[in-house]
């Protein structure tokens, strides 16, 4: 672990912040499956759940090429440009 | 080294086992410092090993844990040794040398320190140690006379920064931010704001502490409240961001100087910042540190390539951002920006100029050490001039260049530092005894134009408004106007390589206490 001193005047918290929540989806929605085994089964039913109770919210579907490693850039730009939300199934 | 009869500091450490051994005093000590890959650590092994046989009571303190079982190892040893890795007991004693010998009283007190090993000093103390009369079992004479000692771990100049960066007297106060293993550094400090768009240097503890060695100011001492956060600058907070810029210690001081200068009400920084004119500093150092700190005031002296003049420009720029919060999109509003704004900061040569330099002319010593801070918005503009033959043709010359400052049909508003290179130097030298205020003068004549002629028309919205200029007196309207309200607002350094006759000028902002006004800060170690 690396440690660091703050260089700001130590006003604001330092955190990574969540980007801004919209208390309701619209639009396009983007579902990532990361390439687990067997997690296209959950994400399968997950999508026709969604797909009932946002039936004006168009799904698009991502998966990265292995789970062990950071999505490839051109992917994310992808997702980027085409979605306005993003679930993303993290782990087991 | 501690001070005869000083009382030890107590400390804890596990030995070779695990098992935490304490020395606070209570009885009669030998303490010995030692690493492993130390010849003289070795050589004075087997004397503690015998001075243990007979009964003396010895902690020995190893600097590596690896260094340490070696030696368990190579000499069977019968007493362990304790585990000093981190340094922290070594860096609170003071060790400079290996092996260091204390003898600590029962009442904890140091009575002697041996450094190296002297054999008959070793030989004195041992009497000294065991039963009167008696020696340990020790074959002496197989033990050279003498033998220097090697340098601790803990005065390693990597590790000792970090040693002291840790300790519990370390001056630091700034908050600590831990960056999770999975995180990249350097992408998580573009993610926190703390760049300017470029990679910068992770502001470490033992970074900051090596940075403040730089400067002889307290590390908690505040140089300036810095806009538009009002947020006070500490030493300590220009040297994390002196650091973050790349800056060697040596800096720190003109860095310093830097924000002093920016930060008063004359110089304004927070209006340079705001400006959407896209404003800059741009700083000029003059005085026997230049050479002392490496600046370029020669080739490319005003371009990229040379660490301190680079580095410098760039602290300031980051310390007003962090600290002082301007941030593009924030308080700092520039329509397009400029590049200076990454960093410009460059010296005076003053040993090419046949002119009393700029601090001297701003009435500082010239052996004084100081720092000019100037506003631009563009440039530097060249004066591509490479056929003027004599001095007050070339100052009309650079004037006429001058007069687009801003635009050729705006007057009297701004100012220009103009950077003289040597070959127009030269060329101004042709006239014997021609002086820098004749050079701003010649110029400030040579813009000189018409009033009439700078008026609002159809071929420029720039310009005197026409009711403006018909509600002016006659003698007004008859009159003439030059570029800059006086000779004041020319301000001439010299810099540059030998070849070339190309000078440059910085365009200023608006000058006066509405705007920027040229500043000068003494460099203080």
Request: include cysteine; aromatic fraction near 6%; charge should be negative.
């Amino acid at each position: 672990m690396t440690t660091i001193l703050d260089p700001t005047n130590e006003k604001a918290p330092v955190e990574r912040q969540l980007a801004a929540r919209h208390g309701e989806i619209t639009g396009r929605l983007a579902i990532l499956d990361i390439a687990k085994p067997r997690g296209n089964i959950l994400l399968d039913k997950f999508e026709v759940l969604l797909a009932e109770r946002l039936p004006n919210v168009t799904i698009n579907r991502y998966r990265k090429p292995t789970f062990t490693k950071p999505a490839p850039d051109a992917l994310r730009a992808e997702i980027k440009a085409e979605n306005d939300f993003l679930i993303e199934g993290l782990a087991d | 080294m501690p001070e005869s009869a000083q009382l030890l500091a107590p400390f804890s450490l596990a030995d070779d086992k695990g098992i935490d051994v304490s020395f606070d005093g209570g009885q009669q000590t030998l303490l010995c410092f030692v690493k492993e890959d130390c010849p003289t650590c070795r050589t004075v092994i087997p004397v503690l090993k015998a001075l243990f046989d007979a009964g003396v009571n010895i902690l020995v303190i190893g600097q590596t844990v690896l260094g340490n079982n070696k030696l368990i190892e190579a000499f069977d040893l019968p007493f362990p040794i304790l585990n000093d890795e981190k340094l922290k007991v070594s860096f609170a004693y003071d060790i400079e040398t290996v092996p260091t010998l204390i003898h600590a009283d029962k009442n904890g007190k140091q009575v002697e320190l041996q450094e190296g090993f002297v054999k008959s000093d070793w030989q004195a103390l041992t009497k000294s140690l065991v039963d009167a009369g008696t020696d340990i079992e020790l074959d002496w004479d197989s033990l050279p006379d003498w033998r220097p000692g090697c340098g601790s771990l803990s005065v390693d100049p990597i590790i000792a920064d970090k040693l002291r960066a840790e300790a519990e007297n370390s001056p630091l106060r700034a908050r600590k931010i831990e960056i999770a293993p999975a995180d990249d550094e350097f992408e998580f400090m573009f993610d926190q704001g703390f760049s300017d768009g470029l990679p910068i240097v992770p502001p470490t503890p033992e970074r900051v502490i090596r940075m403040l060695s730089g400067t002889t100011r307290d590390p908690q001492e505040v140089i300036a409240t810095v806009a538009p956060n009002l947020a006070e600058a500490t030493v300590e907070k220009i040297a994390i961001n002196a650091v973050m810029a790349g800056c060697k210690p040596e800096y720190l001081p003109v860095v310093i100087a830097s924000v002093q200068a920016a930060c008063t009400d004359e110089f304004n920084i927070h209006g340079v910042m705001a400006t959407t004119m896209g404003a800059s500093p741009v700083m000029v150092v003059n005085g026997p540190i230049r050479e002392k700190i490496g600046m370029n005031m020669k080739l490319s002296a005003l371009g990229q390539g040379n660490r301190a003049n680079a580095t410098i420009g760039r602290a300031l720029r980051l310390v007003i951002r962090n600290i002082g919060g301007a941030v593009p999109g924030g308080t700092e509003r520039p329509t397009l920006g400029n590049p200076m704004k990454f960093t410009m900061c460059f010296a005076e040569w003053e040993e090419r100029s046949p002119w009393e330099p700029l601090h001297v002319e701003r009435g500082f010593a010239a052996d004084e050490n100081v720092v000019t801070l100037f506003c631009m918005t563009s440039g530097p503009t060249l004066v591509v001039d490479q056929t003027s033959l004599e001095a007050s043709q070339l100052a009309s010359s650079m004037a006429m260049s001058l007069e687009s400052t801003h635009h050729p049909k705006s007057y009297m508003s701004s100012d220009t530092l103009l950077v003289v290179c040597p070959e127009h130097v030269d060329t101004i030298m042709r006239t014997t005894g021609y002086t820098k205020q004749r050079l701003k003068d010649e110029i400030l004549e040579a813009t000189r134009r018409p009033t009439k002629d700078l008026v609002q028309d159809h071929k420029s919205g720039v310009g005197i408004p026409k009711e403006k200029f018909a509600s002016m007196p006659e003698e007004f309207q008859n009159g003439q106007l030059t570029k800059f309200a006086s000779a004041k607002d020319i301000h001439v350094v010299i810099a540059g390589s030998d070849a070339g006759k190309f000078s440059g000028a910085f365009h200023g902002w608006v000058t006066g206490p509405g705007g920027s006004i040229v500043v000068s800060q003494k460099i203080e170690d």
